[in-house]
């Protein structure tokens, strides 16, 4: 379920495979060791730095630490095209194909980190993109259950998963606006594109006592990072965070 960093080195030729377009986009063999390690805890000091200079907008100057440990095991190289990877640690944005992309290291911190996920929780995630969000969760949370709607990213993201060993991690294909009612309620949902408003199947399918983080907001123009929680009363409140730009949700909503 939590690969080591040395066992990345023999599973990072198979895990290029979905991206890859064919033999010739296969690099030749890893090294025994990690030669992204610098690189990776350079991110995680790039993703602490930038908790630190906005503290005012989420309330503390420093994530917590089982989530920035998690953030230096995932090897996210591993989750871009291989064209990309030498950017794989730098501390933004980068496209995954489709119109989509795999989020900024801070704003993936952030937002587990938001959601306080606990060892034995289940966790929810609407948008796999090619699921570095749920890599991170799988290491702090018992299951994750992930829907894309692109269906060539959900097949290579658990193709990924797989061969990267996180058992922990479901991927279905499909419309995640409606939640995956079979595997509800969840103890924290994860929204990683942009919606016009909370779905309300999602906040349905959230646990009393639990979280949801969604960035809501126009297509390709600021939005705001919402925390969703829901007290065990079941009484629903959210809370401004700080602005972000994701590309939009799309589905039947």
Do not use: C
Not at 140 to 154: D, G, N, Q, R, S
Not at 183 to 207: E, K
Request: charged share 15%; glycine share 8%.
């Amino acid at each position: 379920m939590r690969p080591t960093v040395t066992a990345l080195a023999a599973l990072a030729l198979a895990a290029l495979l979905p991206f890859a377009a064919g033999p010739a986009a296969i690099s030749a063999a890893a090294a025994a060791d990690d030669p992204f390690a610098d690189a990776r805890a350079a991110m995680v000091r790039a993703v602490a730095l930038d908790a630190e200079q906005t503290a005012v907008w989420i309330g503390k100057s420093a994530l917590a630490p089982r989530v920035m440990e998690a953030m230096g095991r995932v090897p996210r190289h591993l989750f871009v095209p291989p064209e990309l990877q030498s950017l794989a640690y730098e501390n933004r944005p980068l496209p995954i194909g489709y119109g989509q992309t795999i989020s900024q290291p801070y704003i993936v911190a952030l937002m587990t980190d938001l959601l306080a996920p606990e060892p034995g929780d289940m966790a929810f995630e609407l948008g796999t993109g090619s699921a570095y969000q749920a890599a991170v969760l799988a290491e702090l949370v018992a299951e994750v259950k992930t829907i894309e709607i692109v269906p060539p990213l959900a097949t290579n993201a658990a193709r990924r998963l797989e061969l990267l060993g996180y058992d922990n991690v479901e991927v279905r294909a499909g419309d995640g606006y409606h939640g995956w009612p079979e595997h509800a309620p969840f103890d924290v949902i994860v929204v990683t594109a942009a919606a016009s408003h909370v779905p309300p199947p999602l906040i349905a399918q959230l646990r009393p006592g639990g979280r949801m983080v969604i960035p809501v907001g126009s297509p390709f123009l600021t939005q705001q990072l919402l925390l969703v929680e829901k007290g065990t009363d079941g009484t629903v409140t959210s809370r401004q965070i700080l602005p972000v730009i994701f590309v939009p949700l799309t589905g039947g909503h």
